[in-house]
Nanobody, 125 residues
C-alpha cells in the first residue's frame, strides 16, 4: 500500500515558479512507478512527469519538458515537482500517483492504483 499526500500548490503569475511535494509513505522505488498528473477544468487528466519503476528513468510530457523537473528524496519518502516558467495553461489540480509494475506508456492513468488528494495550481497571466 502507498499513501500519497500532496502539498505546495498555490497561485503564481505567469513566468513564476512553484515546487510541489508529495509525501509517499509505503513507496519503494523497485516496486512502483511514481509521478505527477494534472487535470484542468473541463479537460481529461494527463501525465506530467514520472519515475519509471526502479527509480532511474524519468519521463515528461512534451508540454512541460525543459520547465518542470521531477525529483525524489527516498530517505524522506518524498516526491517533488519543480515547476518553472509557468504559463496559464499549467493551471490545474496536480496529483501524485503510484503504480505497480506494468508495461507500456508511463502515463497510462488506469495503471495507477494509488492517488493523492490533489493540490491546486493557478497561474495568472
Amino acid at each position: 500500500q502507498v499513501h500519497l499526500v500532496e502539498s505546495g500548490g498555490g497561485s503564481v503569475q505567469a513566468g513564476g515558479s512553484l515546487k510541489l511535494s508529495c509525501e509517499a509513505s509505503g513507496y519503494i522505488p523497485s516496486r512502483y512507478s511514481i509521478g505527477w498528473f494534472r487535470q484542468a477544468p473541463g479537460k481529461e487528466r494527463e501525465g506530467v512527469a514520472a519515475f519509471y519503476i526502479g527509480g532511474d528513468l524519468t519521463y515528461y510530457a512534451d508540454s512541460v519538458k525543459g520547465r518542470f523537473t521531477i525529483s525524489r528524496d527516498d530517505s524522506k519518502n518524498m516526491l517533488y515537482l519543480q515547476m518553472n516558467s509557468l504559463v496559464p495553461e499549467d493551471s490545474a489540480i496536480y496529483y501524485c500517483a503510484a503504480a505497480r509494475r506494468f508495461q507500456g506508456w508511463i502515463f497510462r492513468e488506469e495503471k495507477y492504483a494509488y492517488w493523492g488528494q490533489g493540490t491546486q495550481v493557478t497561474v495568472s497571466s
